[in-house]
């Protein structure tokens, strides 16, 4: 069965450093790979996918995740968090023709002053 | 009104009630889903539907019944639930099911339902 691994539940950095939030997926075949973000009281936002083609996703909010095939994993960066970054992140994947999305457990990101 | 919306945004209700969450999409997608997300616990995804079909169905108690009367509309019926069942309710809806191309889903703000 599929599955998604997001190691560290919690990941806190300064203003101002860089962003890297880990995402590892067990898959047979290329999947569709996505994050999401989560602020709170909110419902999940899209923050970029990766379907085909380039393995370089650039998302919204200056986030970019890369796709690497031999290391199975999908990991977000952002060269410099900001405060208003500080939510969850969940990571997600799903298997070609299947109907379900997979999700990670989330990453919940702190930004300190 | 734009995106995935859902009514009511809070309720709180009695083991004995019966009440409904309502969702609502804009988007002219093809699939709705439930998700239940509860505190420390992966998303739950409870029910798919696809062209007002259901296509999935995850082990969910009967106390929860979904009802998609249409493709913007998705119902889940609420009745009996218990204390453990307090959780977020997310609906979601996608262009096409999750393992398509157009699978990526958009979420709604969700019901926070707390059962007394």
């Known amino acids: 069965a599929q599955s998604v691994t997001q190691l560290g539940s919690h990941v806190s950095v300064s203003e101002g450093a860089l962003v890297l939030l880990r995402c590892n997926y067990s898959?047979?075949?290329?999947?569709?790979l996505f994050w999401y973000v989560q602020y709170p009281n909110q419902g999940l936002q899209l923050l970029l996918k990766?379907?085909?083609?380039?393995?370089l996703v650039k998302g919204i909010n200056g986030f970019e995740a890369e796709f690497k095939k031999s290391e199975t994993s999908f990991h977000l960066t952002k060269p410099s968090a900001h405060m208003s970054d500080a939510a969850e992140y969940f990571c997600?994947?799903?298997?070609?023709?299947?109907?379900?999305?997979?999700f990670g457990t989330g990453t919940r990101l702190q930004v300190f002053p | 009104e734009t995106g995935v919306t859902q009514t009511p945004r809070h309720l709180v209700m009695g083991m004995t009630n019966k009440k409904s969450l309502k969702c609502e999409q804009h988007l002219g997608h093809n699939a709705m889903y439930w998700y239940k997300q509860s505190a420390k616990k992966p998303l739950e995804l409870m029910f798919v539907?696809?062209?007002?079909?259901?296509?999935e169905n995850n082990s969910v108690p009967s106390r929860f019944s979904p009802e998609c009367p249409n493709s913007s509309h998705l119902f889940l019926h609420l009745h009996t639930l218990q204390p453990e069942d307090s959780a977020l309710y997310l609906c979601?809806?996608?262009?096409?099911?999750?393992?398509?191309?157009?699978?990526?889903?958009?979420f709604g703000p969700g019901t926070r339902l707390t059962v007394l």
């Open positions: 990766y379907t085909t083609g380039a393995t």
């Open positions: 997600a994947v799903s298997e070609r023709n299947t109907d379900k999305l997979i």
């Open positions: 979601a809806s996608s262009q096409d099911l999750a393992g398509g191309p157009g699978g990526e889903q958009f």
């Open positions: 539907y696809s062209l007002e079909e259901r296509v």
């Open positions: 898959s047979s075949v290329p999947p569709y």
